[in-house]
């Protein structure tokens, strides 16, 4: 179809939407009705390829992946899906014609409030990455009524509002009732008897309806559409309860993460981890049978991928329809069930690594519970005649009144990765590293991915478009195709287009914060970007203490410098973290001193930008000149923030950390700006129990004189919160490692300053970035969990030659 019969179409259809659903004229319609008649035209379009896609899948046997993951993070889709489809050029053409402001239509769909971080980013990316390389895949969560928090800053403290996303519904979701399933929980299990040999008898309990709903995940420029997934909770047809037995049943999928503080909470999420893994696990036995295949068939028809612990509860699970369903012997649906699920871990932090107490577990999920005794049991036993007693304590699933799911998830799974090469050795040397002796072959490392697509073609056209121009367009499809770019570093025109990008997109973040926060930024200072999950390992109060650094040596040395710099936060602390929230509320009380400040706000902005999620970083991401991945070496798993401001032309800030060290390897040493501690000279701090942030502090005059400010009045309104830092850093010797990357730290940032006065060198340097990018897109990380766990085909990604 050519371009001006594609925007012919998508014009009339629109306008026939517009007008069909809601019974008005263009110049009468809102924004979100502009919006929801353009998503319903673009779900339309692709409905006859999700039918066909779902067809094709069963009628050729397709081997399926199903991603079971407790957060998915998608964003907006209208955009990226009418980038997908090839229309984006032309439904911006189509609004042009018709006077429509196209950016306000798009930004009138709501972000889903189904993840929160780099989980369920990721997870997202990987449902862009499948349809797109055409691999049969689908992900499997829960649809959440209300997301994480609308997060809003109130005399500098967070404050957490419902996240009412559904409250418009959802254009792209279809709910599939005769899909449903049901999950029960609690009760009383004994075995008893029967012809058929022993089998359990449930007595009480309660009764949930999974219901689904699907939403299609569309491949870039190709005929195929994946599915996502979500199960919401609702009380089964026929059931009598009360209004309060109906609201504690339904808060299953009632809001991502809920407050674990507490008992309650914690059987909330116990119960949501086990409602979308039952539901998926018995929806596919459930077709694979009635495709027609056995049982025993079932790991070459299907893989399982738990993204990190929390749908580890699929093991038993998958055990139990097997064992108890069905009939099998318990080595029979073990071999099926291990040879079926692989696991990705996520997390280097003990405290992390998810477990339950026993007796909640128990009571929640007694037949599982019964389940995973026997496979404690069996694992002790095989382990103890090799390798001690002591070993096979070490590496059980039941261990000090708590259920180890990670342990579980290493014991019930053929295949074991980490997401970066430094978090795998650590998993091998340190978290795992029982497991690692016990079987090698299991372990792996799978370098997080991003999806380009979003975060460059769609979120950065003017800079995809100038690259267009440049290398082609074949990169869009074989991202490392994007390295032919490295033969332009020398072109100063082309460096100056490079330039004038950054420069467009700086400005229309600063529109946007002069908007909405009532601050006008220098579009001409540095733009330094720290955005992601507030934790004090990310270390955030690193970047704070900089700026402090910056802001004292201007208000008491005349001679001192500082590069024009634009500081830039993003993040929500979990509403149970309260520390996180009190170093919110001292960045936020520093903003505002700096900010009000004549005397220094010329040379130093800070903004604080509230309600982080995945359509403000398609603002931020293009406009930042510099990425802080500042956590503690030997922390952070991946990172994937990093990777999308990389390929935005943003230079590494960072430690030598996760997925860190690949990024300065790819883009080149010089082409950044490492410090700090590496992993082992923090881990040797661990061992030898050597570190003093007392005596760092006593020794670096202008360090102590940075953290007296928290505590000495300097700045106002944080007198509780400036001494919890204080105390957090000096009289608990500073759990992360802050103080004893500060000197570096400040080095370094001073260093980067004076670079990026050389506007020439330091394009060059982001140049080399971009072209670098490549290789950590999304495509080629879920090709290689394809490859080399789930075994399904995919279409090829080699690299084409450079000319």
Same mark, same amino acid.
């Given at each position: 179809?050519?371009?001006?019969?594609?925007?012919?179409?998508?014009?009339?259809?629109?306008?026939?939407?517009?007008?069909?659903?809601?019974?008005?004229?263009?110049?009468?319609?809102?924004?979100?009705?502009?919006?929801?008649?353009?998503?319903?035209?673009?779900?339309?379009?692709?409905?006859?390829?999700?039918?066909?896609?779902?067809?094709?899948?069963?009628?050729?046997?397709?081997?399926?992946?199903?991603?079971?993951?407790?957060?998915?993070?998608?964003?907006?889709?209208?955009?990226?899906?009418?980038?997908?489809?090839?229309?984006?050029?032309?439904?911006?053409?189509?609004?042009?014609?018709?006077?429509?402001?196209?950016?306000?239509?798009?930004?009138?769909?709501?972000?889903? @409030?189904?993840?929160? &971080? &780099?989980?369920?980013?990721?997870?997202?990316?990987?449902?862009?990455?499948?349809?797109?390389?055409?691999?049969?895949?689908?992900?499997?969560?829960?649809?959440?009524?209300?997301?994480?928090?609308?997060?809003?800053?109130?005399?500098?403290?967070?404050?957490?509002?419902?996240?009412?996303?559904?409250?418009?519904?959802?254009?792209?979701?279809?709910?599939?009732?005769?899909?449903?399933?049901?999950?029960?929980?609690?009760?009383?299990?004994?075995?008893?008897?029967?012809?058929?040999?022993?089998?359990?008898?449930?007595?009480?309990?309660?009764?949930?309806?999974?219901?689904?709903?699907?939403?299609?995940?569309?491949?870039?420029?190709?005929?195929?559409?994946?599915?996502?997934?979500?199960?919401?909770?609702?009380?089964?047809?026929?059931?009598?309860?009360?209004?309060?037995?109906?609201?504690?049943?339904?808060?299953?999928?009632?809001?991502?993460?809920?407050?674990?503080?507490?008992?309650?909470?914690?059987?909330?999420?116990?119960?949501?981890?086990?409602?979308?893994?039952?539901? @998926?696990?018995?929806?596919?036995?459930?077709?694979?049978?009635?495709? @027609?295949?056995?049982?025993?068939?079932?790991?070459?028809?299907?893989? %399982?991928?738990?993204?990190?612990?929390?749908?580890?509860?699929?093991?038993?699970?998958?055990?139990?329809?097997?064992?108890?369903?069905?009939?099998?012997?318990?080595?029979?649906? !073990? @071999?099926?069930?291990?040879?079926?699920?692989?696991?990705?871990?996520?997390?280097?932090?003990?405290?992390?690594?998810?477990?339950?107490?026993?007796?909640?577990?128990?009571?929640?999920?007694?037949?599982?519970?019964?389940?995973?005794?026997?496979?404690?049991?069996?694992?002790?036993?095989?382990?103890?005649?090799? /390798?001690?007693? $002591?070993?096979? !304590?070490?590496?059980?699933?039941?261990?000090?009144?708590?259920?180890?799911?990670?342990?579980?998830?290493?014991? &019930?799974?053929?295949? #074991?990765?980490?997401?970066?090469?430094?978090?795998?050795?650590?998993?091998?040397?340190?978290?795992? /590293?029982?497991?690692?002796?016990? !079987?090698?072959?299991?372990?792996?490392? +799978?370098?997080?991915? %991003?999806? /380009?697509?979003?975060?460059?073609?769609?979120? $950065?056209?003017?800079?995809?478009?100038?690259?267009?121009?440049?290398?082609?367009?074949?990169?869009?499809?074989?991202?490392?195709? %994007?390295?032919?770019?490295?033969?332009?570093?020398?072109?100063?025109?082309?460096?100056?287009?490079?330039?004038?990008?950054?420069?467009?997109?700086?400005?229309?973040?600063?529109?946007?914060?002069?908007?909405?926060?009532?601050?006008?930024?220098?579009?001409?200072?540095?733009?330094?970007?720290? #955005?992601?999950?507030?934790?004090?390992?990310?270390?955030?109060?690193? /970047?704070?203490?900089? #700026?402090?650094?910056?802001?004292?040596?201007?208000?008491?040395?005349?001679?001192?410098?500082?590069?024009?710099?634009?500081?830039?936060?993003?993040?929500?602390?979990?509403?149970?973290?309260?520390?996180?929230?009190?170093?919110?509320?001292?960045?936020?009380?520093?903003?505002?001193?700096?900010?009000?400040?004549?005397?220094?706000?010329?040379?130093?902005?800070?903004?604080?930008?509230? $309600?982080?999620?995945?359509?403000?970083?398609?603002?931020?991401?293009?406009?930042?000149?510099?990425?802080?991945?500042?956590?503690?070496?030997?922390?952070?798993?991946?990172?994937?923030?990093?990777?999308?401001?990389?390929?935005? &032309?943003?230079?590494?800030?960072?430690?030598?950390?996760?997925?860190?060290?690949?990024?300065?390897?790819?883009?080149?040493?010089?082409?950044?700006?490492?410090?700090?501690?590496?992993?082992?000279?923090?881990?040797?701090?661990?061992? +030898?129990?050597?570190?003093?942030?007392?005596?760092?502090?006593?020794?670096?005059?202008?360090?102590?004189?940075?953290?007296?400010?928290?505590?000495?009045?300097?700045?106002?309104? #944080?007198?509780?919160?400036?001494?919890?830092?204080?105390?957090?850093?000096?009289?608990?010797?500073?759990?992360?490692?802050?103080?004893?990357?500060?000197?570096?730290?400040?080095?370094?940032?001073?260093?980067?300053?004076?670079?990026?006065?050389?506007?020439?060198?330091?394009?060059?340097?982001?140049?080399?970035?971009?072209?670098?990018?490549?290789?950590?897109?999304?495509?080629?990380?879920?090709?290689?969990?394809?490859?080399?766990?789930?075994?399904?085909?995919?279409?090829?990604?080699?690299?084409?030659?450079?000319?």
């Amino acid at each position: 179809m050519q371009q001006s019969d594609k925007v012919t179409m998508l014009k009339d259809s629109f306008l026939a939407e517009l007008e069909g659903t809601f019974a008005v004229s263009l110049a009468d319609a809102t924004d979100l009705q502009r919006y929801q008649a353009l998503a319903t035209v673009a779900k339309k379009l692709i409905a006859s390829k999700w039918r066909r896609t779902k067809e094709n899948y069963r009628d050729t046997g397709a081997k399926q992946v199903y991603y079971f993951s407790i957060e998915f993070l998608p964003g907006r889709y209208l955009r990226a899906n009418l980038l997908n489809l090839g229309l984006l050029t032309e439904a911006e053409e189509v609004m042009q014609d018709l006077g429509v402001d196209f950016n306000a239509l798009l930004e009138a769909e709501v972000d889903q @409030g189904l993840g929160n &971080g &780099g989980l369920g980013r990721l997870a997202s990316d990987f449902m862009d990455a499948m349809p797109s390389i055409e691999l049969a895949g689908n992900g499997n969560g829960i649809r959440y009524r209300y997301g994480l928090f609308r997060q809003a800053f109130v005399n500098g403290y967070q404050v957490e509002y419902p996240d009412d996303w559904l409250k418009n519904d959802n254009i792209w979701e279809v709910r599939q009732d005769s899909e449903a399933q049901v999950v029960h929980y609690g009760g009383s299990v004994y075995m008893a008897e029967t012809p058929e040999g022993l089998r359990p008898v449930y007595q009480g309990g309660v009764d949930v309806l999974a219901v689904p709903y699907d939403t299609g995940m569309i491949g870039a420029n190709n005929d195929v559409v994946n599915t996502l997934r979500l199960w919401s909770a609702e009380v089964p047809e026929g059931v009598q309860v009360s209004v309060s037995e109906r609201s504690v049943l339904e808060s299953i999928s009632g809001e991502l993460y809920p407050d674990d503080s507490n008992e309650e909470g914690r059987r909330l999420r116990l119960r949501q981890e086990y409602f979308f893994s039952s539901a @998926g696990v018995q929806n596919i036995i459930k077709h694979h049978l009635a495709d @027609g295949y056995s049982l025993h068939s079932l790991p070459f028809q299907v893989a %399982i991928h738990i993204n990190d612990t929390h749908p580890t509860v699929v093991i038993p699970e998958m055990m139990r329809i097997l064992l108890d369903e069905h009939g099998l012997s318990w080595e029979e649906a !073990w @071999g099926i069930t291990t040879r079926t699920v692989s696991y990705t871990n996520h997390t280097l932090l003990a405290e992390a690594l998810e477990r339950w107490s026993q007796g909640l577990f128990q009571a929640e999920l007694p037949r599982l519970f019964q389940l995973i005794q026997e496979i404690d049991r069996r694992h002790r036993l095989a382990v103890a005649s090799e /390798h001690g007693e $002591n070993f096979a !304590w070490r590496t059980s699933p039941l261990q000090d009144g708590q259920v180890h799911m990670a342990r579980l998830a290493a014991i &019930g799974s053929h295949a #074991i990765n980490g997401v970066a090469p430094l978090h795998s050795e650590l998993l091998k040397d340190k978290v795992l /590293h029982d497991f690692y002796t016990l !079987w090698p072959e299991k372990f792996s490392n +799978k370098t997080n991915g %991003i999806t /380009h697509r979003r975060y460059m073609h769609a979120a $950065n056209e003017s800079l995809s478009a100038l690259i267009d121009t440049k290398i082609g367009e074949s990169w869009r499809s074989l991202p490392k195709d %994007i390295t032919k770019l490295n033969k332009f570093a020398k072109d100063e025109d082309f460096l100056a287009e490079l330039q004038d990008v950054k420069h467009e997109n700086k400005v229309r973040l600063a529109e946007w914060v002069k908007r909405n926060m009532g601050l006008e930024l220098n579009t001409d200072a540095i733009f330094d970007v720290q #955005i992601k999950r507030l934790h004090a390992y990310k270390r955030q109060l690193l /970047h704070l203490l900089g #700026i402090l650094t910056d802001y004292l040596a201007l208000k008491h040395d005349k001679n001192a410098y500082v590069a024009p710099r634009v500081h830039i936060f993003a993040a929500k602390a979990a509403p149970s973290y309260y520390y996180a929230k009190q170093i919110i509320k001292v960045i936020n009380e520093v903003a505002n001193m700096v900010n009000n400040d004549a005397a220094v706000n010329q040379k130093m902005q800070v903004v604080f930008i509230p $309600n982080y999620g995945v359509s403000l970083a398609e603002l931020i991401i293009p406009a930042a000149d510099v990425s802080e991945q500042i956590s503690t070496a030997g922390k952070e798993a991946s990172g994937t923030s990093n990777m999308k401001l990389m390929a935005n &032309g943003a230079l590494q800030l960072a430690t030598m950390d996760g997925a860190n060290i690949e990024i300065i390897r790819a883009a080149g040493e010089e082409n950044a700006y490492a410090f700090g501690m590496d992993t082992d000279t923090v881990y040797s701090h661990y061992e +030898k129990h050597d570190y003093s942030a007392q005596g760092i502090y006593d020794n670096n005059p202008v360090l102590h004189r940075v953290l007296d400010a928290l505590i000495d009045g300097t700045i106002p309104n #944080i007198e509780e919160e400036g001494r919890a830092v204080f105390d957090s850093l000096i009289r608990d010797n500073d759990e992360y490692f802050v103080l004893g990357d500060y000197a570096s730290y400040v080095a370094t940032q001073t260093r980067l300053g004076q670079d990026y006065q050389n506007k020439t060198a330091w394009t060059r340097k982001a140049l080399a970035n971009i072209a670098a990018s490549g290789e950590f897109s999304a495509d080629y990380t879920v090709a290689e969990y394809a490859d080399e766990i789930w075994n399904i085909p995919h279409k090829a990604l080699a690299q084409q030659e450079s000319k």
